[in-house]
C-alpha cells in the first residue's frame, strides 16, 4: 500500500500545476477539467495533502459566470486564447461538466478538512445553475452538447453527428455556436445534479421527482 501511495503522489506531483491545479497530461491537455479536478481534490485529500486539496477545488470556479453560476468544463489559463475560434470567448469553454464539486467537498468536510465559504457558495450556484436553467420538458436536466455529460467522444452521441471526424467537429461547433440543438436530458447527468445537490444542501426534489418518474415507468 505505501509503494501504491508514493506512485500515486508522484503522478500527482508530476502533474501538478504552478496555477493550482493537475492536469490528465501536461502535452495534450494542459488546462484544468471541471469533473477530473473534483477527482483530484479528492487525491490529494487520501494522500494527506489539504492545501493541495483544497486548492484544486476552489480553482474549479475560476471561470464561474457571475451572474448564472455556470462553471465551464475547461479554464485555458495557462493559453487563454487557445480555442477561443472555437467557444466564441477567451479564457474557458461555454459548457460545463457534471458538478461532483458537491461530492467532493462533501468528502474533504468528511475527511476534516475545512473547505472554504466561498467554495460552498460557488459550488451551490453551480448546482442551482442546472436546476434553473437547464430545465428539461421532462423534469430532467438538458444538455446543449455532448460534452456537458463527461463522456468525451461517446459512441453514444455519434447519432447526432456524423461519421467522419471533421463533420463530427462541425457539428459540435454548431452546438457551441447556438445554431444547433439536441433534446437529450440523460437520467446519468440528472442523478449527479441531484446527488451532488444533495451533498449541498440544495433543493432538488422536482429533479428527484422526475428521476423515480423516469425509473419507474
Known sequence: MTV??????AVMEAHWQPEGYTVPNAVTYPFAWLWDSCFHSLIWAALGDADRAVTELRH??????ERTG??????YEREPDF????WGQS?????THPPMYGHAIAELTRLGIDVPRDAVERAVAGVEYFLRERTHPSGLVAIVHPWETGCDDSPRFDHWGAADTTSWYEFKGALVSGATAIDCAPVSLSALVAWNGAHLHVDTSALVRALATRWDA
Open 70 to 75: 455556470l462553471v465551464p468544463h475547461v479554464d
Open 60 to 65: 474549479v470556479f475560476r471561470c464561474q459566470d
Open 4 to 9: 501504491l501511495r508514493d506512485r500515486v503522489r
Open 91 to 95: 479564457g474557458s469553454s461555454t459548457i
Open 83 to 86: 480555442l477561443r475560434g472555437f
